[in-house]
């Protein structure tokens, strides 16, 4: 690692490690499953009941936020808080060793706003889905921005260590909790639940013709959205399918019907390991009030 970027680099990972984990492992486990072996996740619990005509999200990210378990971890707003929290605190810690300029340096959040924003870093789903109108100005190319990395050495990237240090100290993650590789857990064994769903399969079989009508033929959604996309902007090609993806996504009901099917695998997980998870919210509840104290008593940040 190149030291001189080494402080933004550890304040971003760790920023990203605390923002909603859910868009991190959809990417990574809707295809591939969870092994883990998880209480309500045995043979024979039989498949959630869904409605007759489920309602697809806007967007995958819209279909992950809505989902039962996005309700255990931290929001997307407590995740700003937390940001903040740590900055006010490395803040603090740099100037009380001499670098009062610090506060200029600071590598502002990245958190998206808008609706489209949103949906371009947080692609959901084996497939990718986002939202039409992000399909048509980017296509696939989707990615997490990274702020621009702060440059600082010697004894201020020394410094800058030891607070980064102190700071995780006063406010820990909660990442490698209980809680935490719980909902991970149960977050990767609902989404192989569902990839196995028979009526995720026909879905996935309406979704392949729809595209070949279109001229877009495919036999997979994660395979399309994973290339061959490689260029520096999408081409009109990519754009093309990306759009077209959109659309079939909706009408043959994959969307609607994976999101439903997901959701109901999800809640019975949920029941199933409602002590833990229960306490786990508690436990970042009690972070947020102590992040809260921390931003009242450091109005740096």
Known sequence: ????????????????????????????????????ALTGSAAGVAPPTVGATPTAPASGYDGLMR??????????QD????????????TRCMRSRGHAAYASQN?????????????????AGAWGYIGRTTAKRIGFHVAVPLPAARVLTGRALKDYNTCYGEAEKQLPSLSGTQGWKLAQD??????????VDSRVGA??????????AVGHPADAPEELAAGPWH???????????????????????????YFAVLAGYQQQLISANARVLTGYQKQVQEQMDQAAHILTASPTA
């Not at 995740?79 to 490395?90: G, K, M, S």
């Not at 149960?186 to 990839?195: C, D, N, P, T, Y």
Request: glycine share 4%.
């Open 1 to 36: 690692m190149n030291r001189s970027t080494q402080p933004a680099d550890k304040e971003v990972s760790s920023f990203l490690d605390r923002r909603a984990y859910v868009a991190v492992i959809a990417a990574g486990l809707l295809a591939t499953g969870c092994s883990t």
């Open 67 to 76: 989902l039962p378990l996005s309700a255990y971890g931290t929001s997307e």
């Open 79 to 90: 995740d700003a808080v937390l940001y903040r929290t740590n900055e006010a605190l490395i």
């Open 107 to 123: 590598t502002p959040s990245t958190a998206p706003r808008t609706r489209q924003e949103k949906e371009a870093i947080h692609p």
């Open 186 to 195: 149960l977050f990767g064994e609902s989404f192989r639940q569902a990839a």
């Open 203 to 212: 879905a996935r079989e309406r979704w392949s013709a729809c595209m070949s």
């Open 231 to 257: 260029t520096g902007k999408p081409t009109a090609q990519e754009i093309a399918a990306a759009t077209a993806d959109a659309s079939c996504t909706r009408s043959s009901g994959l969307a609607a019907v």
